[in-house]
């Protein structure tokens, strides 16, 4: 008999972290938002949950990895958005973001999720942080709850990062 392995949609126990570029931030504040409101309303407290920002999508993931060395967290939510332009920038920013947060993602003990919008222009971008084609945002945050959920099946470090203690007042 087969077994099957799927993550589910509960808040699991632990932090998450959002980390989102400023770039572009008519887009990617709607993006943080989707991603907020997803974790919020699959069970995620408010107090469970870190946002840091960066200038721009490049420097994702740098910042990432320093989020993910801190083991604080058992799930990275990324979040940015590049739009392409009359010259070949955006193809380095888009290649190396994706590249590196890849690169993370595949040897994270924690769960990183991609959010980062690479669009051919504004509208593509528009439609995809909250109008025609959904919220990137939200559908990576709540990837990021399946995965630790699954990370947790499997026995993965995410699984042994449990909340702190809150201090009682
Ligand atoms: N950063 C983005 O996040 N999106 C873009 O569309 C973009 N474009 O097109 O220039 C962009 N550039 C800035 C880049 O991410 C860095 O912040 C900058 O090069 C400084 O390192």
Redesign the pocket.
């Known amino acids: 008999m087969a077994r099957y392995f799927e993550g589910n949609l509960v808040a699991p126990n632990g932090r998450f972290a959002i980390c989102v570029?400023r770039?572009?931030a008519f887009i990617?504040e709607a993006l943080l938002q989707g991603a907020l409101d997803t974790l919020k309303r699959h069970g995620v407290e408010d107090d469970d949950i870190d946002v840091y920002r960066?200038?721009?999508?490049?420097?994702l993931p740098g910042l990432v990895r320093k989020v993910v060395e801190t083991r604080r967290h058992v799930g990275v939510v990324t979040l940015?958005?590049?739009?392409?332009?009359g010259t070949p920038?955006?193809d380095y920013?888009s290649g190396e973001?994706s590249k590196g947060i890849g690169q993370i993602a595949h040897t994270a003990e924690c769960a990183v999720t991609f959010g980062v919008l690479t669009c051919d222009n504004v509208e593509q971008a528009i439609d995809r942080a909250g109008v025609k084609a959904g919220n990137k945002g939200a559908e990576a945050a709540v990837a990021c709850i399946e995965m630790v959920n699954l990370h947790q099946q499997l026995g993965a470090a995410s699984a042994v990062v449990l909340k702190p203690v809150k201090k009682k007042a």
């Open positions: 570029s770039f572009n990617t960066v200038p721009g999508t490049f420097e940015g958005c590049v739009i392409r332009g920038h955006f920013v973001v």
